[in-house]
């Protein structure tokens, strides 16, 4: 069996059902369109995942498309999250309008990480009783957002490799039928995922 | 099967039972062996990835609960305090391979330590001279890849390593540089890993998803490659998978007669057998035998002592990484190849007892990594945005170190039954309460500097600690809860692993370790179960089993 076939026999939805959260990597593995987030949410979340991860060697969280992750994960087995990812995305946009006149995605740089700053220290004011706690959101927020940066693209981030082509993981080995001693020790280079 | 009477119910199939198994059915014993997880195998294994793995430990355990808290009195929450596997081959298909044999003085810490408050440490009944021919087994069954002699420190063995030690990478060799420049002795961590095709199994393909992920070559050692294929293969071991024990039954003696488990559609079933050897792990075996009342037993079976389920014992984990001015290749080859041992003896001059192994671990897993971004970062800077980016960007320039720490045993460090937590299937969760004896957090605070002094004198640009001490966590290795002991009074288990209270019943998952050792547990495990088969096989006729 040459790598091809082997990746064709073992991949896709038999994958999908073996590993963790085999709804969200099925819907993941289906469409990039949003699934249960609204234009306006996407749009917000894609702009808070590019700030959580900006880009490291042309590429970030927003290029990973980290975003379609966290639709996938609310859409299914994670779905317990999505009422306080909704009221989450709803009052930080509120924030934004109040303190900048524009949403979340609208405001430049530097107000946005501004704006995660003071969620992340919990010190928004008025910030609804329906919405999360701000800190605990946001902790939620980046670890969902690495998740969608670095966890295997099947599951809906990490598109193309794009998260470990930029922090220069070469991807699943074993997937490839592994590597050397030689390149172990370094005598000689490791072929990324990418270049088979 | 429904009247059949087994020899044998062995409930559980990794280091324990799976060797059990192997060994009884080879006898000529008629084994049934009991496994909650699937049959998964190396094909399956392709399908791993980090998220399953390490971060959601879904693959192994899809639906398993704990629930935790550090004290009594206070109500436990649900939480991962244990990382194991539920699979045919148990902890062994996904175990990090690294094999130690215990130090003699690991085998008798109370009388080389004397008494230690707040702590129930005690000696073992068997010395590590009983224990070196078993060790010797377990290292050719499993394959072990290494160097003798190239730790001074270590037990002394009868016997050269099967295979030759894995190729350093180059943070291992950081690491090699470091210690000889501060006059330490570095050597290949033994691994049960192939460095070379062995038997039937392949040589290792250097994948780096080792510690947390089954083998998709079965280059690394398990039960599921080399045991449990052997016992099927005798045609006397009958394989259970996806198959719970619930409920050891007793009989009219006083003496168990079998299991009562919920096989793989749910439906409770009785499976009867003469002898009942449980190796379901530490906190299994002994929610097991808690949920398992009666009126001869009320507080559970093999507990008039009431010591089922206490001294929990789970390593602390002393961790430093360091970052290099040239790729470190951590996500390339087996689980960390180098070690340093100079530490390890107790030393009470250095404000605690006992000691830890040092050995390379491998920064291999992106979002583990990326986890550990503040530890990076340091306190005053936050761990998102740019900050973060830079961080990531170090990826192929860290390497690690970890120190296995022995941690004490405490007798209210214990596996009970949760009050009100139950799961799917209606049955009560081990509720883990576990705090760390100050003890611990010393040693921790000694090999953080020992292993940042290393990466150091090694030529690191940077080195930074990761802290287990302070976060309700357990680990893979969760040891003790069935101590073995002389004492009927103050343990579970004799000499032999069978319990104190009932004849026909045996406990040989890391249940039975009355302290911890500074080195990881399963090579112990496997070499005690070929010993305690011995004795069994031995006693055969007079268990009445055949």
């Not at chain 2, 050269?160 to 943070?171: E, I």
């Not at chain 2, 006059?183 to 250097?206: E, Q, W």
């Not at chain 2, 080859?333 to 605690?352: E, Q």
Request: hydrophobic share 40%; net charge neutral; with cysteine.
């Amino acid at each position: 069996m040459n790598r091809r076939e082997f990746i064709q026999l073992f991949g896709g939805a038999w994958a999908a059902a073996l590993a963790a959260r085999p709804l969200a990597t099925l819907a993941a593995q289906r469409s990039d369109a949003p699934l249960v987030l609204d234009a306006a949410q996407w749009k917000t979340l894609a702009a808070i995942c590019a700030q959580i991860i900006p880009p490291l060697h042309g590429v970030g969280a927003g290029a990973a498309n980290s975003v379609n992750f966290i639709d996938k994960l609310l859409a299914h087995e994670d779905k317990a999250s999505l009422p306080a990812y909704r009221q989450g995305l709803a009052a930080l946009d509120r924030y934004a309008r109040k303190q900048w006149q524009h949403d979340f995605a609208g405001l430049g740089s530097a107000q946005q990480v501004q704006c995660l700053e003071n969620l992340e220290d919990g010190v928004i004011a008025a910030w609804p009783q329906s919405a999360p706690a701000q800190q605990q959101w946001f902790a939620m927020l980046r670890f969902h957002t690495i998740l969608g940066f670095l966890a295997a693209p099947k599951f809906g981030g990490n598109q193309n490799m794009a998260g470990w082509r930029a922090i220069g993981f070469p991807g699943h080995l074993h997937e490839l039928g592994g590597i050397s001693d030689e390149q172990v020790s370094g005598a000689q280079p490791i072929a990324p995922m990418w270049h088979h | 099967m429904k009247n059949k009477i087994f020899d044998v119910c062995i409930v559980g199939s990794g280091a324990g039972g799976g060797v059990m198994a192997q060994q009884l059915a080879a006898a000529g014993i008629e084994v049934a062996l009991m496994e909650r997880g699937r049959n998964l195998g190396p094909a399956d294994f392709l399908a791993q990835d980090e998220l399953s793995n390490m971060i959601r430990q879904d693959f192994f355990a899809p639906d398993y609960l704990e629930s935790q808290r550090s004290e009594a009195g206070e109500t436990a929450q649900l939480g991962k305090f244990s990382l194991l596997a539920q699979t045919v081959g148990g902890s062994t298909a996904h175990w990090g391979s690294w094999s130690w044999r215990f130090r003699p003085d690991e085998f008798r810490v109370l009388s080389s330590e004397g008494a230690i408050d707040g702590s129930s440490i005690a000696d073992w009944p068997v010395a590590y001279e009983e224990m070196e021919p078993f060790y010797g087994m377990a290292e050719q069954a499993l394959g072990i890849a290494g160097s003798a002699g190239s730790n001074p420190f270590e037990a002394p063995r009868k016997n050269a390593y099967p295979n030759p030690p894995h190729v350093y990478r180059p943070a291992s060799r950081l690491i090699e540089s470091g210690a000889k420049k501060m006059g330490l002795h570095p050597f290949p961590t033994p691994m049960a890993i192939n460095s070379r095709v062995y038997g039937d199994r392949a040589k290792c393909m250097n994948g780096a998803f080792c510690a947390g992920f089954g083998c998709p070559v079965n280059a690394k050692a398990s039960t599921l490659a080399i045991h449990i294929p052997a016992a099927l293969a005798t045609g006397r071991c009958h394989l259970f998978a996806q198959s719970r024990v619930v409920e050891i039954l007793v009989g009219d003696k006083g003496r168990v007669r079998g299991v009562r488990y919920l096989d793989a559609q749910g439906r409770e079933q009785e499976l009867l057998a003469r002898q009942v050897i449980l190796a379901g792990g530490s906190i299994a075996s002994a929610q097991l035998l808690l949920l398992s009342k009666s009126a001869r037993f009320p507080n559970g079976l093999a507990n008039r002592s009431d010591q089922v389920g206490r001294n929990l014992m789970c390593h602390v984990f002393a961790q430093v990484n360091f970052e290099m001015d040239s790729v470190a290749n951590s996500f390339a080859g087996p689980p960390g190849n180098i070690a340093i041992d100079d530490f390890h003896a107790s030393d009470r001059k250095r404000g605690f007892a006992r000691g830890a192994v040092i050995a390379e671990a491998i920064e291999s897993m992106p979002i583990s990594s990326a986890l550990k971004a503040a530890n990076y970062l340091g306190a005053g800077r936050r761990a998102w945005g740019q900050p973060l980016s830079e961080y990531l960007a170090k990826f192929p320039y860290i390497g690690g170190l970890i120190a296995i720490g022995e941690d004490m045993p405490v007798s209210s460090n214990r596996v009970d039954l949760d009050p009100t937590l139950r799961d799917a299937a209606g049955i009560p969760v081990p509720r883990i309460t576990h705090k760390r004896h100050d003890n611990d957090i010393r040693l921790v605070r000694y090999f953080e500097q020992r292993m940042a002094e290393i990466a150091k004198a090694g030529g690191a640009k940077k080195t930074w600690s990761t802290d287990f001490t302070g976060v309700k966590t357990g680990s893979g290795h969760i040891m003790g809860t069935c101590r073995m002991g002389d004492d009927p009074e103050c343990s579970v288990l004799n000499r032999w692993c069978r319990t104190h209270d009932v004849d026909n019943l045996w406990v040989v998952d890391g249940s039975f370790f009355p302290s911890s050792g500074g080195y990881n547990p399963t090579l112990t495990i496997f070499a005690n179960s070929y010993r305690v088969a011995r004795y069994f096989i031995e006693q055969a006729k007079r268990l009445d089993v055949r």
